[in-house]
């Protein structure tokens, strides 16, 4: 049998080989010398809900007391987790103590979860209380804190630096319970605290 013959008496199985063949040499061809795909330029959190310009936040535990409020220049609503995006905060976090001063302070950047449970302040951060009753004035500088503002709790990997009155505390890596005012530092930590003033009689 000479290949005529045989291709002749075998002609669609021939056929459905010669597509297949010449299907997988064009699509080889195509991913050759097509295009690079297309890389995205977009940089950023993901398109917002909504944007707000210079407005005022307030949020509440269970209870329906403050937990914190905030002002800032420019706030963006993320679309599909509803949390929040605000440029150069000004934040006050409650005592809800009679008697007992808010911390005041401000972060270069905060993300606000969609319950307001979870509030993260990116940057510099800085914190300060005014003096109340026996105990005297007092600041925070750190960086990059996450806070938990329904339970007045903050902690922060960075390193922090605390002053009051006299005394001075720092160190690397902080946890802090404003209720409390249990203040922990993790790590290098170093302290100054000279002896009270005794009160005059």
Do not use: C
């Amino acid at each position: 049998m000479n290949l005529r013959t045989y291709l002749r008496d075998r002609g669609l199985l021939v056929a459905i080989a010669l597509v297949a063949a010449a299907t997988g040499a064009t699509q080889a061809l195509y991913w050759w010398l097509a295009p690079a795909p297309r890389v995205s330029d977009f940089v950023g959190p993901p398109r917002s809900g909504y944007t707000l310009t210079n407005f005022r936040l307030w949020s509440y535990d269970v209870d329906g007391q403050p937990s914190f409020n905030m002002v800032a220049p420019h706030l963006e609503r993320r679309e599909n987790d509803e949390s929040l995006y605000i440029n150069t905060p000004k934040f006050e976090l409650p005592s809800n103590q009679e008697g007992v001063p808010p911390w005041l302070g401000d972060s270069l950047y905060a993300w606000v979860d969609k319950s307001g449970t979870l509030l993260k302040l990116q940057g510099p951060v800085y914190m300060h209380r005014t003096a109340f009753q026996d105990t005297p004035a007092a600041e925070i500088h750190t960086s990059d804190v996450t806070a938990w503002p329904k339970e007045n709790r903050m902690e922060t990997a960075a390193a922090a630096h605390m002053v009051q009155g006299d005394s001075t505390m720092s160190g690397v890596g902080m946890r802090a319970n404003l209720n409390t005012n249990h203040l922990e530092l993790l790590d290098e930590s170093h302290g100054s605290f000279p002896p009270r003033k005794k009160k005059s009689s």
